[in-house]
């Protein structure tokens, strides 16, 4: 207990030693929270970085899906089929209804059914096995008895 009282009572050049060791402690906090300040800061930084980087995306999707959409009309894609493969459109005259399905069906070609040729069957014999390809596998024997059977 007096080591420990004599830390308060002892002074190093005017200054008790507790008082010095207080303020190297405040020291060392402040140092502590401006570098944790530096770093929240690089943090935040980054941070804001990629928001923009993902607002930049986000508009870059957006035109995408103008662009597909700009694509995809169905005008443009007729006038291409016209313009490239020769395609028109379909007259409703063309059309089918329930009623007449029975009468295109019976005007359509059949595909013609060709029988699959006969299987014929094999006569060749297959190739003789010596004695010890078609002796029987006998089943290892354990060498020591198991521990359960002995005491039977």
């Known amino acids: 207990m007096k080591a420990l009282m004599s830390l308060f009572d002892r002074r190093i050049r005017g200054v008790r030693l ?18 944790s300040k530096v770093k929240e800061g690089q943090e935040v930084a980054r941070l804001n970085a990629l928001n923009a980087q993902i607002a930049e995306e986000q508009a870059a999707i957006k035109a995408l899906k103008v662009k597909v959409a700009n694509l995809e009309q169905p005008a443009r894609i007729e006038a291409l089929a016209r313009q490239y ?57 354990p060498a020591t008895p198991v521990i359960g059977e002995a005491t039977r």
């Open 85 to 141: 493969l020769g395609m028109e459109p379909l007259s409703p005259k063309r059309e089918a209804g329930l009623d007449n399905l029975v009468e295109i069906s019976r005007s359509v070609a059949r595909p013609e059914i060709h029988a699959a040729p006969p299987v014929t069957a094999v006569t060749a014999k297959p190739p003789a096995m010596t004695e010890e390809e078609s002796a029987p596998i006998a089943a290892p024997v």
């Open 18 to 35: 507790i008082e010095a060791i207080g303020l190297l402690l405040a020291l060392i906090m402040i140092f502590w929270v401006c570098l």
